[in-house]
């Protein structure tokens, strides 16, 4: 019987353990000693190299910098004007509006459309001569602006992030209004006897009683920015020149496109390291708030 | 100015800025409901953002028998993968929080660490498996593949939501002559229903919306679901735009339909997912 209770947990949780061993654990183990070889995916030879792979793609791949350099614009990008305007939207939205959940509808539902659909949406909002944004700009007397953006390397990264804050803003604005409504009524009643204004109002009670909202947000922000791909490889296969490649979509060239398996491998790793760094307090500051 | 009046004007203000943004948010896809629409006569004559001279229905239903084995391919693989996944993370959460585990907390955050690998880390040696075990191309293999990055987040969010329903319940159920299995199936499965409809949409969503690993593991056109699908349309008809448009309208249609329908279990559920 004492038996049955200790063996007991196991079998429930046997299906979900043993699919999550085999298609996350032991690949991406099994990928980080891939990274230590010098291989193409099918030859018999694999070379040990240690830490060559990793070592080339810091020194040697510009593609590479310039992918990791381009997720940090996409992190700072994400953690101040993603998460900005989510929350600017969810303060406005958290007024006593007519329409509010039209509102909030309108601004959440491209995050429920795929990145390939946002990706062929906005590359028609880009064409360069049909195109409504081209149209726009010329129209509010910006013309040298109108340079085809997704096609000029200068600009093509800034021009899919706005699609991507288009398609994401919704995530946080949805997070940041439910930790707004859960915030008491009281401390407000309380300012207002004391003569605050708006401003210390929303600095000093709003944004401390968000803190665990802001917590979640970070984080799920932080580690979205560092996996970024289906919206790049939708509209512009990380071109042109490799101008919008990310940590992902160099890894997908490298270990798909050029065979390349043990650099891929290492690229899968330095973003392993990163999400670990950006993820592991928010797994703590969880699995601490589940103990009651 | 008294108060009154300017709460009025900063009211009318909000909605204006509402509104602007609201036509910002809405505008990309109206174009793409301009272009499905036109003749490509029309659509090589005039910019994408003018309203169509004559309204072509047709394009939707040619559009139509050009992708509808992609959409069918992901109903399938949907259809199959959300309920099993949802059946597989449900037993795990119940062993995590209703069986006196001793390893439960430590199970729980080593199944938590997996939310963070970036599904690039696994291609390779997933491929290598799938290939060994002749599953790379098939359904089943996708949606093994599929199970396995689903269940970090459907433990999350089941175990959650299992760890509020009261110990009392199971005492009684054990009172009542209940064994494990029927607790799980006669109790904690019906109070959990509101989580496990939660999880059926989101799950539904990201396996309808999933890219990256369709795009390695399934490489054959015509087992390829319609993420994927999309794209090879674009590749071999990229000068038919009309199709295209009308493409990803349909595409988009289920996942609208759920969105319209289900939008209060998808943000709430958002939400209790995250906090935990």
């Not at chain 1, 810091?58 to 381009?70: G, I």
């Not at chain 1, 949805?174 to 401003?199: C, H, M, N, R, T």
Request: charged share 10%; aromatic share 16%.
């Amino acid at each position: 019987m004492r038996l049955k209770a200790k063996i007991l947990p196991w079998l429930f949780l046997f299906p979900a353990l043993f699919i999550y061993l085999m298609v996350i654990v032991v690949p991406s183990l099994y990928s980080l000693v891939l990274s230590f070889f010098d291989w193409n995916g099918v030859s018999p030879d694999k070379k040990f190299v240690g830490l060559g792979n990793y070592i080339y793609l810091l020194t040697e791949d510009n593609v590479f910098q310039t992918a990791l350099k381009n997720n940090l614009i996409w992190l700072v990008g994400s953690m101040t004007i993603l998460i900005g305007l989510g929350l600017a939207f969810a303060l406005i939205l958290n007024r006593q509006l007519k329409g509010r959940v039209f509102f909030r509808s309108v601004f959440y539902y491209p995050y429920v459309l795929s990145g390939i659909v946002v990706a062929i949406v906005w590359s028609w909002m880009y064409h360069p001569t049909k195109g409504f944004i081209t149209f726009f700009i010329e129209k509010i007397g910006l013309e040298k602006w109108a340079t085809p953006w997704l096609s000029d390397p200068k600009t093509a990264l800034y021009a899919v992030f706005i699609a991507a804050v288009w398609q994401g803003v919704g995530l946080p604005m949805v997070l940041f209004l439910a930790g707004l409504q859960s915030i008491p009524k009281e401390p407000y009643e309380a300012a207002v006897i004391d003569g605050a204004k708006p401003f210390q109002t929303f600095r000093y009670i709003t944004l401390p009683l968000l803190r665990d909202t802001f917590v979640i947000v970070f984080a799920t922000t932080m580690v979205g920015a560092m996996k970024v791909y289906d919206i790049i490889y939708g509209m512009t296969g990380g071109g042109p020149m490799n101008s919008t490649q990310v940590l992902s979509s160099w890894m997908y060239y490298q270990t798909f496109k050029y065979n390349f398996i043990g650099i891929g491998s290492a690229i899968s790793w330095y973003l392993i390291f990163i999400c670990l760094i950006v993820i592991v307090p928010y797994v703590i500051f969880i699995s601490k708030r589940s103990h009651y | 100015m008294s108060a009154s009046l300017k709460r009025k004007l900063s009211n009318v203000l909000v909605y204006l800025v509402l509104f602007l943004l609201s036509v910002i948010f809405i505008m990309p896809v109206i174009f793409v409901v301009f272009t499905a629409l036109k003749s490509n006569a029309d659509l090589s004559a005039n910019t994408f953002y003018s309203f169509p001279k004559e309204l072509v229905w047709s394009n939707f239903a040619e559009a139509w028998n050009r992708i509808k084995h992609y959409m069918g391919n992901s109903l399938l693989i949907s259809i199959v993968k959300v309920p099993l996944g949802i059946l597989v993370n449900a037993l795990a959460a119940f062993a995590l929080t209703r069986l006196n585990f001793k390893w439960a907390t430590g199970m729980f955050i080593f199944i938590l660490i997996g939310m963070m690998v970036p599904m690039q880390a696994t291609l390779v040696p997933l491929n290598m498996m799938l290939n060994a075990v002749n599953l790379n191309n098939t359904f089943p293999g996708i949606i093994f593949v599929y199970l396995g990055f689903g269940i970090p987040f459907g433990i999350l969010v089941l175990r959650g939501f299992m760890l509020a329903i009261p110990r009392d319940l199971d005492e009684a159920a054990v009172i009542d002559g209940c064994n494990e299995l029927d607790k799980f199936f006669r109790i904690i499965v019906p109070i959990a229903m509101p989580a496990i409809a939660t999880l059926f949409i989101l799950d539904f969503l990201a396996t309808w919306n999933e890219f990256l690993l369709a795009q390695i593991f399934i490489t054959k056109e015509s087992m390829q679901p319609i993420t994927a699908g999309l794209l090879s349309f674009q590749g071999q008809h990229s000068t038919n735009y009309t199709l295209l448009n009308a493409g990803v309208l349909i595409s988009i249609l289920p996942v609208m339909v759920v969105y319209v329908f289900f939008q209060k279990y998808l943000i709430s559920g958002m939400v209790g997912a995250v906090k935990g």
